[in-house]
């Protein structure tokens, strides 16, 4: 069965200073990732996928995100995060023809 | 490209009434939609799949006579809320596909904000 983790409700980061927001995968085949970020009351934005090739990958805004196979992880990245880097983050997988949300991960930034 | 458009973003209805939330695909010509549902500080949960000509495909525990689906053109799908209650408030996101590839890339909507009273 496929599914994605996202094992922390809520990361807290200052302004400056890189931050993670962690995705774990499971699925029988290749993953396809993707990350969507979510301002409150929109849509979801699309940030960066893995499909295949290069293992990190470079999205919007700044952010990337490396696969990991062995440790089945898709972790988003930013060297240095912003206060309007806040937000609600959600990672997703795609096995088949259904994309799987994990819970999302809130991000909390401080100046 | 690959612009995805919702109408209205928020409605307020009475309870008994009936809701349509428009799901458009401004730029491109989507054969298959999306509707999830959104709860406060959840994520997504997929509704239904719908694709264009056809009848949609429902989730397991998602009444289809309550969330009708129509995806009537290539750019065009709509949600019914029908018959309305409080418990249906939500956030309600729909995304499109545009001939989806294996990995499913999918556009979406800004969502639309439905409050029961």
């Known amino acids: 069965a496929q599914s994605v983790a996202q094992p922390e409700d809520q990361v807290n980061v200052a302004e400056g200073n890189p931050l993670t927001v962690k995705c774990t995968y499971s699925?029988?085949?290749?993953?396809?990732l993707f990350w969507y970020v979510q301002y409150p009351n929109r849509g979801l934005q699309f940030l960066l996928k893995y499909i295949t090739g290069d293992n990190l990958v470079k999205g919007s805004y700044g952010f990337e995100a490396e696969f990991n196979k062995s440790q089945t992880s898709f972790h988003l990245k930013k060297p240095s995060a912003l206060v309007s880097d806040s937000a609600l983050y959600f990672c997703?997988?795609?096995?088949?023809?259904?994309?799987?949300f994990g819970a999302g991960t809130r991000l909390f930034v401080k100046a | 490209g690959a612009v995805v458009s919702q109408h209205p973003s928020r409605v307020i209805c009475k309870s008994g009434t009936s809701v349509k939330i428009e799901c458009r695909s401004l730029?491109?010509?989507?054969?298959?939609m999306f509707w999830y549902r959104q709860f406060p500080k959840q994520s997504l949960m997929l509704m239904a799949t719908s694709n264009e000509g056809s009848k949609a495909t429902y989730e397991q525990g998602v009444e289809k006579d309550k969330f009708l689906i129509n995806h009537a053109s290539l750019t065009l799908s709509t949600l019914t809320v029908t018959s309305a209650h409080p418990e249906d408030s939500s956030f309600y996101i729909c995304?499109?596909?545009?001939?989806?590839?294996?990995?499913?890339?999918?556009?979406f909507g800004p969502g639309t904000r439905l409050t029961v009273l």
């Open positions: 699925v029988s085949g290749n993953p396809y």
């Open positions: 997703a997988l795609t096995g088949g023809f259904k994309t799987i």
């Open positions: 995304s499109a596909g545009r001939d989806l590839p294996r990995y499913n890339e999918q556009f």
């Open positions: 730029d491109f010509q989507a054969t298959t």
